[in-house]
């Protein structure tokens, strides 16, 4: 699975500024053809950039940590807006994502499983988020050990987070 997506380079993507430790700044996560791509906005060229008005697929605000990237526990918040804002779709990519994070969340019982099935030869689960009544039906891509491995560090990548063990 080639995403070509990475972790933050610490630099605005606008104007290649530093983002230094202690400042805030904004990260956007957006499906482009053929993978997931991160950008990092300095404050001031996020409120420029007109890219708040559009609303990427997913964003977050942050706050540069030390010099060192390190891996940050998980953040519930985020992974939860992640996996709301990441639709039941046919392509393989999201459906891999979302399968992971319905998993990772049904583990920190953010998520409570419903019921399982099958159709058109597809095996899902149907789920409901805590505090939320929406039923949502959540394919499984039948992912091997390695494939979800994969999903995990490329996430772990992306988010700067420490996501478990699978």
Do not use: H
């Not at 997506?5 to 500024?17: L, P, T, W």
């Not at 996996?83 to 990519?93: G, I, Q």
């Not at 058109?120 to 390695?146: A, C, H, Y």
């Amino acid at each position: 699975m080639d995403w070509k997506i990475g972790k933050s380079n610490r630099r605005c993507c606008v104007c290649e500024a530093e983002l230094v430790m202690g400042e805030a700044f904004y990260s956007t996560l957006n499906q482009w053809e053929g993978g997931l791509e991160r950008r990092d906005f300095c404050l001031q060229c996020w409120q420029n950039s007109g890219e708040e008005k559009q609303r990427p697929d997913f964003f977050w605000r942050t706050t540069q940590a030390d010099d060192v990237p390190k891996k940050r526990s998980i953040d519930l918040e985020v992974v939860t807006d992640l996996f709301r804002k990441l639709p039941e779709s046919s392509d393989p990519m999201r459906q891999k994502v979302r399968y992971f994070l319905a998993l990772l969340l049904m583990r920190k019982r953010v998520v409570k499983l419903l019921s399982t099935g099958r159709e058109d030869e597809r095996d899902f689960m149907s789920i409901r988020l805590r505090g939320e009544e929406k039923e949502q039906r959540v394919t499984n891509p039948n992912l091997t050990q390695g494939e979800l491995d994969e999903v995990k560090a490329e996430l772990e990548l992306l988010l700067e987070m420490e996501l478990g063990q699978n």
